[in-house]
């Protein structure tokens, strides 16, 4: 009896509690059977995704960008292999204390390259960061010897710019930087990320779409620290084309060597397509410092140089044109009939003009001169009286139509415009009326007159090709990396000069005996075996006391000093280079910017 009911009670009491233990292992097979589809059904694309990319990795690869030649084809601007050292900030697991030791082994301080974290707030967390461009060899030697040490970071090798000749040429080329946030936003760069440079200044930033080319892809299989350990598909990049420009690099050296310890600005132009064949502003910069990066100290002396060598002087300076304007003056003489080929005026050496006396820069005077000799020995008073009877209106108008007082239209950044003055312009900017004195000063180039090396070296290249002006032309051509002809810079005419062929004749002559007469002002730029027509020009900075001008130079303080100009074009019957000097502070035209005419003359035409 007592048997039976114990056997009653296990069993009851057994079942139950298997009972119990069944259910509740069913309960978890259904928690893990729930978990399970969770994962491999509702979760499953998202986390295979993740799974491979915590082993394969699509790495962007840097395009090569476009090369930079000249117009004979010598190599000015190319690329070299640089090394990057990189982040994934998924692979580093403690981004910070990784950072902290490669400064270490960098011997390097933490805070800038710290600084790339905070630059990077947002970024994906398998999208690369860019540390540091450029490593010396000795540095990569040292990252790659304890990569172990170094979870999530990565070296690349990409080409970086580099300016074969430093300082050549550096105003027209321009230079590289790193793309703003705001230039990515506008939408203008569509192959760029941030980090990459592209082209802020000279041909480097006009010519930017076709230098940058297309990047390529590579998919890799990486470990857990985030290394390659297998290269899977490969997508080339698609280089940048190449540009040729217009400038002749031994004519750009010449000038250059010629410009050394000075200040200003030169430009030559094939006068009968506007090609430049030469530019130079003094001093100039390297280039090579903005792809290579530069100290804060550095920056700072830069921008701080009293002489600004990062402003092109010669599409940026505006300077007072001095006698050069005469060119202008003559043109509108003899258009409108104030003065013919047999008008002869008087010069005593000076002019009065109410009551005022202006003096001609020869204090004995020139005599009797008619428009020829005026333009060869730059007499002032002759122009003083041209310009009286035109009237400042009349100038402006022929100013005008010589190109200047608006840019030029070259394809380079911040042009500026100059100024032809007038009496609406003055009444408008200056609130007063016009005095009858200022027509005399701006009918020899001074004045309010204002012009650029580039706008005078159009004029005279108009001058030496029958009138007409042109585009200047930097890039003449623009190949793909296979050779093919990608765009050709075609010759632009812009304008016509307001001038007969008479008019050009007679300005012609008055130009070649300025240089090839003894007693011209430009006697000095005068080349043997070919014809040379030339005008200087002497620009006085601000007014100064009677007499400063029989002063040694050397005597007035050098921001005081005139500023030198000298415009020409050889050979006259067959004009190949048309030249504009400016030297700042130089003094004279005739001594301190014809030699520089001269040898950009020979030194192109070989003589």
């Known amino acids: 009896m007592n048997h039976t009911y114990l056997k009653t009670v296990d069993s009851d009491w057994y079942r139950q509690r298997l009972s119990g233990t069944l259910i509740c292992v069913f309960a978890v097979f259904l928690v893990l059977l729930a978990r399970l589809y969770y994962l491999q059904v509702v979760k499953g694309a998202e986390f295979r995704r993740q799974s491979q990319n915590n082993c394969v990795r699509l790495q962007s690869i840097p395009p ?56 990077a707030r947002g970024y994906p967390s398998f999208k690369p960061i860019l540390l540091k461009r450029d490593l010396s060899r000795d540095s990569l030697a040292v990252v790659e010897a304890h990569k172990l040490d170094l979870p999530g970071i990565f ?54 779409s076709f230098f940058h080319g297309e990047p390529g892809t590579r998919q890799v299989q990486v470990n857990a620290l985030g290394q390659v350990t297998r290269v899977l598909e490969t997508v080339q990049t698609v280089p940048g084309k190449n540009v040729y420009l217009t400038l002749d690099l031994e004519l750009q050296r010449k000038t250059e060597e010629m410009f050394a310890e000075k200040v200003g600005a030169a430009v030559a132009m094939d006068p009968s397509n506007g090609h430049i064949l030469a530019m130079v502003s003094s001093p100039a910069f390297d280039p090579n410092a903005f792809v290579e990066g530069m100290t804060f100290e550095e920056w700072n002396k830069l921008a701080a140089n009293e002489f600004h060598p990062m402003g092109n002087k010669a599409i940026q300076g505006q300077y007072p044109p001095g006698s050069t304007y005469k060119i202008v003056t003559t043109i509108a003489g003899l258009e409108e009939g104030v003065i013919n080929e047999d008008t002869k005026l008087y010069c005593p050496g000076y002019y009065r003009c109410g009551n005022r006396t202006f003096r001609c820069w020869k204090r004995g005077g020139h005599g009797s001169v008619d428009i020829i000799d005026a333009l060869a020995q730059s007499c002032d008073v002759f122009f003083f009286q041209v310009g009286e009877k035109l009237g400042v209106d009349r100038l402006a108008r022929f100013a005008t139509s010589c190109g200047l007082g608006m840019s030029t239209g070259i394809k380079l950044d911040n042009e500026a415009p100059g100024l032809v003055p007038s009496s609406a312009w003055k009444l408008r900017k200056i609130g007063v009326p016009w005095q009858a004195g200022e027509t005399l000063s701006v009918a020899i180039g001074q004045g309010f007159n204002l012009v650029t090396p580039i706008q005078m070296v159009s004029l005279v290249a108009a001058v030496a090709n029958g009138g007409t002006r042109y585009k200047p032309l930097v890039v003449g051509r623009i190949r793909g990396v296979d050779g093919s002809l990608v765009k050709i810079g075609a010759a632009e005419p812009v304008g016509k000069l307001a001038a007969s062929d008479k008019t050009l004749e007679f300005l012609r002559k008055g130009l070649v005996d300025a240089v090839n007469k003894r007693e011209g002002t430009g006697w000095i730029a005068r080349v043997r075996g070919i014809e040379v027509a030339g005008k200087t020009g002497t620009a006085q900075v601000v007014s100064m006391e009677k007499g400063h001008e029989e002063k040694p130079l050397e005597s007035i303080p050098f921001c005081l000093r005139d500023h030198a100009w000298f415009v020409a074009f050889a050979p006259v019957e067959t004009p190949r280079i048309a030249v504009a000097v400016l030297v700042e502070h130089g003094g004279h035209g005739s001594s301190a910017a014809g030699p520089i005419a001269r040898e950009m003359i020979k030194a192109y035409l070989g003589i």
């Open 64 to 119: 090569a960008r476009g090369l930079i030649f000249d117009r004979n084809g010598v190599l000015m601007v190319d690329n070299r292999p640089s090394f990057s050292v990189s982040i994934v900030l998924e692979d580093a697991k403690n981004p910070k204390e990784v950072l902290l030791k490669l400064a270490e082994f960098l011997g390097e301080e933490p805070q800038p390259i710290l600084a790339k974290l905070d630059g």
């Open 155 to 208: 070296i690349t090798i990409e080409p970086m710019r580099h300016y074969v000749d430093g300082k050549r040429a550096s105003h027209l080329i321009g230079y590289l930087s790193e793309i703003s946030e705001e230039q990515l936003k506008s939408g203008r760069f569509p192959h760029n990320r941030s980090g990459d440079f592209i082209g802020k200044f000279g041909v480097e930033k006009s010519c930017e």
